[in-house]
């Protein structure tokens, strides 16, 4: 569906490996062992956006994604056979555009979640983060990634989520921390 383009990857986001989730078929939160691609929400709900309340049905049904496809509220059993399986990820539809795949491995190697987890759990002392520097210079290639994709490749700000995950900006908070301006500087502080 993706790769064929009837799912458009503006329509799409990635959760980064390493990024907590919600395992619904155990029901707790766990570092995602590999990256997800998920069809983004509506208007800051988790509704998907091809829901079309009007018919209260699946503006793309026939070319709905795999999980869509096995899901049954009342048997979850063929849910959960693929649960951890056969997910696409962006390497597969990817590795071939000149150029984009080397971008988007370098930044999750710059930027993966094990980085900044190692970087907090060796600096947090006292409520004091001691390696705030090198997590702000992680945060700040990420942000810099985005604006450069955007002025030198002219990609649309849409596609972002799904190239390079969520902003870490907005993911920080899973480590119990939040970006702050100070002043004009930013600086990482406890939640």
């Known amino acids: 569906m993706v790769d064929s383009g009837r799912i458009p990857a503006h329509a799409l986001f990635t959760i980064r490996r390493g990024e907590l989730v919600r395992d619904n078929v155990k029901g707790v939160l766990v570092p995602l062992r590999e990256e997800m691609i998920k069809v983004k929400g509506t208007s800051g709900r988790w509704t998907c956006m091809f829901y079309e309340e009007a018919s209260r049905g699946c503006g793309i049904y026939e070319d709905r994604p795999l999980e869509c496809r096995v899901l049954n509220c009342r048997d ?15 390497r597969s539809l990817l590795e071939n555009v000149d150029g984009l795949w080397e971008l988007i491995a370098d930044h999750e190697k710059r930027c993966s979640y094990e980085k900044i987890k190692m970087l907090v759990d060796q600096g947090l002392e006292n409520e004091t983060l001691i390696r705030e520097s090198e997590i702000l210079e992680i945060m ?36 119990d921390l939040q970006l702050m301006n100070k002043d004009g500087a930013y600086l990482l502080t406890p939640r």
Not at 152 to 175: A, C, N, V, W, Y
């Open 76 to 90: 979850t059993r063929e849910i959960v056979a693929v649960y951890d399986r056969f997910r696409l990820t962006r």
């Open 140 to 175: 700040r290639y990420d942000a810099h990634v985005r604006q450069l994709t955007k002025e030198k490749g002219g990609m649309k700000e849409d596609l972002f989520e799904f190239l390079f995950g969520r902003p870490l900006s907005d993911t920080i908070k899973m480590f």
